[in-house]
Nanobody, 115 residues
Framework: VQLVESGGGLVQPGGSLRLSCVAS????????IKWVRQAPGKGPEWLCS????????GCAVSVKGRFTISRDNDKNTVYLQMNGLKSEDTALYYC?????????RGQGTQVTVSS
């Protein structure tokens, strides 16, 4: 199983970014992929999750209304659209999943919100 994130970078407050997570190497049909972030000195924070057939998705209250999760199964990709970014959104963002009894995560992509 491999998860590869991209799309991070430096953005000004109020700006937008779309992160991508390309998933490969597994054939499970019933799983969720989630986005998680970790800021320096803080623990991981769950942001959003979406299931394989996109019938169930949700985001944390802290980002609801600003962040949206979606997926394109033809591209094996899950997206995180982030709007109205704030300085406190600065963190390493990564995608993760659990297949059977194993947990997987990508290396992450850095998002820095600064003027």
């Amino acid at each position: 199983v491999q998860l590869v994130e991209s799309g991070g970078g430096l953005v000004q407050p109020g700006g937008s970014l779309r992160l991508s997570c390309v998933a490969s190497g597994f054939t499970a049909t019933n799983y969720y992929i989630k986005w998680v972030r970790q800021a320096p000195g803080k623990g991981p924070e769950w942001l959003c999750s979406i299931n394989r057939d996109d019938t169930d998705r949700g985001c944390a209250v802290s980002v609801k209304g600003r962040f949206t999760i979606s997926r394109d199964n033809d591209k094996n990709t899950v997206y995180l659209q982030m709007n109205g970014l704030k300085s406190e959104d600065t963190a390493l963002y990564y995608c993760a999943t659990r297949v059977d009894t194993a947990n997987y995560r990508g290396q992450g992509t850095q998002v820095t919100v600064s003027s």
